[in-house]
C-alpha cells in the first residue's frame, strides 16, 4: 500500500501563489479561481499524494482538473441559461477559431526557442515538474533551473509581444484555453490588470495554457502523469473515471468547454512494445535518434514532394528529356527555416539540377533566400541568372544562336554569355569574363516568370537550365525546370555523384508518422528534441561538483568568466539537436553550442579547432595532463610546471599578443602584425590540435569586431555524445569598431 504525505495549511500556503496562477490560466472569473484554490486545499488535506511525489507537480494537476470541472459545470449551467435566455451572447466560431489559432501560435513560439530554454519550458508546463525535479532530470542545478526559466520567460514575453503586440493585449487571453470568458482585448486588459508579477506570471499561464490543448500519444505520455497518484484527475481508486487519452499526436479543438480531439487515424505500430518502452523517457539515445531522423523524413515529405495535382497538371512537360517538377523552400540567407527538422543541410532552400537533390551538399545550382532565387555559393562556383519573360520552357531552344523573339536587345549580350563555354580561368575572382556579365545576376527576385541559370561548377557540372516558379505557399515554391544544355565538367571530374540516404542505417518509419500533419510532426519532433537535450548538452552534475573548485570564483560575476560546457561531436547527433552546427560548437563568450553564436571551439573527427569563420583567428596550444592539485592553479592563470622553453614562448605569445585594426583592399579589419603571424607559426601554434580527455588547453580566440580573449579550458569528461569542459576567460582585449563591423 502506498504511504502518503501528511500535509499542514502551513505548507500548503507556502504553494498558494503558484496553484493561484495554474487555476488563473484556465478560469477567468476570480471567483470562481478561489473556489478551486480552496477546493484543491481540501483535496490535499483528506487525500494527500504519495510519499515521495513532487508536492507542486501533484498540486497542479489536482487544480487543473478541479478547474476543468468548473468549467464543465459551468458550462452545463450556461448551456441551461441559455435555454431560457437566447438572446444572449455566445462564442461565435469565428471566435473560437481565431482564439485556438492564437494559442496555436503560442505554442510555435514555445517550439522556436532555443536550448537549453525549450527543455526547461517543455518540462515545466507540459510535463509539470518543479524546478527540483527539472534539475534531477537535466542533470543540473535547481538554481540554474530556475534561472533559466526566467529567461524563458523573457524570451516567450519578447516573441508573444513580436506575434500579437505589446503590453499583452493581444494575447492575455489565450493563457485560458478552456474559458469562453476571456476572449478579446477588453478581456485581456482585465486579466492583466488582476494578474500579481504580470510579466513572469501572464507568460506563464499562457505558455501553460497553450500547451494544455497538445495531446501526447499514451505511449508517450510522460511517466510522472502515469504513475503518479491521480487523485481528483479522474484516478479510478479515487472514484473518479480513468483519463481517456487516444494513441495520436494532434491538437485538441475546444469549443463551448469541451475537448474535441482531431484524431490521428492509425495508432502507433505493435513494434514499439508499449509494455517496456511506453515512453520518450524509456527509450535510449539511438532509439530517439532513430525515430527523430524518421520524423524529419516524413516532415520532408510534406515540404519536398510536389502536390500530385500540379504534377498532372503539367505532365506534358514531363514527357520531355531532363524535365522535372521540384519544391525550393525558402530560406535566411544560409539555411531556411526548416533547416533542423529535415535531413537535407540548408533546409531545402537549395536544389541541383544534376543531382536532383534538396542538400546544400549535393553540387547545389539554385536557392531561394528571403524572396529571391540566388546562385553561385562557395569557391569559384560561377552562377549566372536571367529573367526571360513569360516563355514557355518547351518553347526553348537548345542552341543559343536561336534567339527566342521575345527578347529585347539589351538582352541578347546577356544571352550569348549564358551560352558560351566557359573556362576555370574565367570562372576565377577578378577575370574578364566575370567583368564581362553585364545584365546578368547572382541573385533576382522571385516572380511568375520563367528564368536561365548557367551554373559552372568546378569537379562536378556545367550546364545551362531554364526554370519557372509554378506554384507559392507559406513555405517556399514549385518550380518545373529543363536543363537546355551541359558542357564537359571543368576541372578534374570528382566522380559521379551518388544520391545518398541521411542515415541509411535508420530503417522506414512507422505509418502513423506518415499520417501526421505538417506542425503535428514538428511539434513532435521538439518533444523528441526535449527529450534527449539533458543528456546531450547538459553538464554532469557529479563532475560541476567535483571540478567547481577549480574553475575558481572571479571578482566579477561567475557566469560571466567561467563555468561548464558541453561539446557534441560533429555529426552524428545532429538530428537531435535544433541548432546550427549540431552542437559541436561552443562559444564561451555567448556560452551557447550553436554556431551562429560566435563559436570559439569546434569539436570534429578527434580534434579541437579554432578559427574557422572568415577571417576570425584562433590559436589552441595543449598543456597536457595536468595533475588534479594544480589544475585550480592553472586555471587561475599559473602556467603548468615542467614546460619547455618552446611552449613557455607560446603561452607569453598568446598572453600578451595584440591584434590592432589594419587596412586590407576590402576595408579595415582586425588582425594579428605580419611579425605576430610569423612568430606564431615559429612556436608551432596552430588552429587545430587533437581532443583528448584529461588535457587542459589554451586558446586565443580573434573573433572579427566582436571580441577578443583567452581561455583555458580542461576536458573533465567524455561519453559517446561528445566532452564535458571546465573554462575560464583569463583575459579579454577590447574591440575597435572597424568600417566592415559597422
Not at 478552456?178 to 494578474?195: D, H, I, V, Y
Not at 583575459?731 to 566592415?740: A, F, G, K, L
Request: hydrophobic content about 40%.
Amino acid at each position: 500500500m502506498n504511504q502518503t504525505t501528511a500535509l499542514s495549511a502551513e505548507t500548503l500556503l507556502q504553494h498558494e501563489p503558484f496553484v493561484r496562477a495554474v487555476v488563473r490560466g484556465l478560469l477567468s472569473d476570480e471567483g470562481r479561481v478561489q473556489d478551486v484554490v480552496q477546493e484543491t486545499w481540501l483535496t490535499a488535506l483528506q487525500r494527500p499524494p504519495r510519499a515521495g511525489s513532487s508536492l507542486r507537480a501533484w498540486l497542479a494537476r489536482v487544480a487543473k482538473n478541479l478547474a476543468r470541472d468548473s468549467h464543465r459545470s459551468t458550462g452545463r449551467r450556461t448551456a441551461r441559461e441559455r435555454m431560457v435566455a437566447r438572446g444572449e451572447s455566445v462564442e461565435s466560431v469565428d471566435t473560437t477559431f481565431e482564439r485556438l489559432a492564437g494559442q496555436r501560435e503560442v505554442v510555435d513560439v514555445v517550439l522556436a526557442l532555443k536550448e537549453p530554454y525549450k527543455s526547461v519550458v517543455l518540462l515545466h508546463y507540459y510535463q509539470e515538474l518543479d524546478a527540483a525535479e527539472m534539475a534531477k532530470r537535466l542533470g543540473r542545478s535547481a538554481g540554474t533551473v530556475r534561472s533559466q526559466l526566467s529567461r524563458a520567460h523573457e524570451i516567450l514575453g519578447g516573441g508573444l509581444e513580436s506575434k500579437f503586440g505589446g503590453a499583452g493585449a493581444g494575447w492575455g487571453g489565450l493563457g485560458a484555453p478552456f474559458a469562453p470568458e476571456a476572449l478579446g482585448a477588453r478581456s485581456a486588459t482585465k486579466f492583466w490588470a488582476t494578474t500579481p508579477a504580470k510579466a513572469t506570471v501572464a507568460v506563464g499561464v499562457v505558455v501553460a495554457g497553450a500547451l494544455a490543448v497538445v495531446v501526447v500519444p499514451r505511449w508517450l505520455e510522460p511517466h510522472e502523469l502515469r504513475s503518479e497518484s491521480r487523485v481528483g484527475l479522474g484516478d479510478p481508486a479515487a472514484g473518479g473515471s480513468p483519463p481517456s487519452v487516444e494513441a495520436t499526436f494532434a491538437p485538441a479543438l475546444v469549443d463551448a468547454g469541451t475537448r474535441v480531439r482531431e484524431p490521428v487515424q492509425s495508432a502507433p505500430p505493435v513494434a514499439l512494445d508499449p509494455q517496456q518502452r511506453a515512453q520518450l523517457d524509456g527509450r535510449s539515445m539511438s532509439e530517439l535518434r532513430e525515430l527523430a531522423v524518421q520524423t524529419q523524413r516524413a516532415i520532408e515529405a510534406h515540404l519536398l514532394v510536389p502536390d500530385e495535382r500540379i504534377l498532372a497538371q503539367h505532365a506534358a512537360l514531363l514527357t520531355l528529356p531532363r524535365t522535372g517538377i521540384c519544391r525550393l523552400l525558402d530560406g535566411n540567407g544560409t539555411e531556411s527555416r526548416f533547416d533542423h527538422a529535415i535531413t537535407k543541410r540548408g533546409g531545402g532552400a537549395y536544389f541541383s539540377f544534376a543531382t536532383r537533390d534538396h542538400s546544400y551538399d549535393a553540387e547545389p545550382d539554385l536557392s531561394l533566400h528571403d524572396g529571391k532565387f540566388k546562385a553561385g555559393f562557395y569557391g569559384i562556383q560561377l552562377g549566372l541568372l536571367m529573367d526571360v519573360g513569360d516563355v514557355a520552357l518547351a518553347q526553348l531552344p537548345e542552341r543559343g544562336d536561336s534567339v527566342p523573339g521575345e527578347l529585347a536587345d539589351s538582352q541578347r549580350e546577356a544571352w550569348d554569355v549564358l551560352w558560351s563555354d566557359i573556362t576555370l580561368e574565367d570562372a576565377a575572382h577578378g577575370s574578364a569574363f566575370r567583368q564581362r556579365r553585364q545584365g546578368l545576376r547572382r541573385s533576382i527576385a522571385i516572380k511568375r516568370s520563367t528564368f536561365l541559370l548557367r551554373v559552372f561548377s568546378p569537379n562536378e557540372h556545367d550546364h545551362l537550365v531554364a526554370f519557372r516558379p509554378l506554384d507559392f505557399d507559406d513555405q517556399g515554391c514549385t518550380l518545373a525546370w529543363r536543363v537546355l544544355r551541359t558542357w564537359p565538367v571543368p576541372g578534374e571530374h570528382k566522380g559521379a555523384f551518388q544520391a545518398r540516404v541521411a542515415y541509411p542505417e535508420v530503417p522506414v518509419g512507422p505509418t502513423w508518422l506518415t499520417e501526421m500533419s505538417l506542425d503535428e510532426l514538428m511539434q513532435f519532433l521538439a518533444l523528441v528534441r526535449a527529450q534527449a537535450a539533458g543528456r546531450l548538452l547538459e553538464v554532469p552534475g557529479e563532475l560541476a561538483e567535483r571540478y567547481s573548485g577549480t574553475v575558481g570564483e572571479s571578482p566579477r560575476s561567475f557566469a560571466e568568466t567561467s563555468g561548464f560546457a558541453r561539446i557534441l561531436r560533429r555529426g552524428e547527433w545532429d538530428p537531435l539537436v535544433e541548432m546550427r552546427g549540431g552542437g559541436a560548437y561552443y562559444s564561451f563568450h555567448s556560452r551557447s553550442n550553436d554556431y551562429d553564436e560566435e563559436p570559439e571551439l569546434e569539436l570534429q573527427q578527434g580534434r579541437y579547432s579554432s578559427g574557422f569563420a572568415g577571417r576570425d583567428r584562433g590559436f589552441l596550444l595543449d598543456l597536457g595532463e595536468v595533475p588534479f592539485d594544480q589544475l585550480a592553479a592553472v586555471m587561475s592563470g599559473s602556467p603548468p610546471s615542467g614546460f619547455s622553453e618552446r611552449e613557455r614562448a607560446a603561452w607569453d605569445f598568446l598572453w600578451n599578443a595584440r591584434a590592432t585594426v589594419q587596412a586590407f583592399d576590402d576595408g579595415e579589419r582586425r588582425a594579428l602584425s605580419e611579425a605576430d603571424e610569423e612568430r606564431a607559426a615559429a612556436l608551432g601554434l596552430g588552429r587545430s590540435v587533437p581532443a583528448i580527455v584529461g588535457h587542459t588547453y589554451l586558446l586565443r580566440s580573434i573573433l572579427f569586431d566582436t571580441h577578443d580573449h583567452l581561455v583555458t579550458f580542461t576536458v573533465i569528461g567524455g561519453d559517446e555524445f561528445g566532452h564535458t569542459l571546465a573554462w575560464r576567460i583569463q583575459r579579454s582585449w577590447p574591440v575597435e569598431q572597424t568600417s566592415r563591423g559597422r
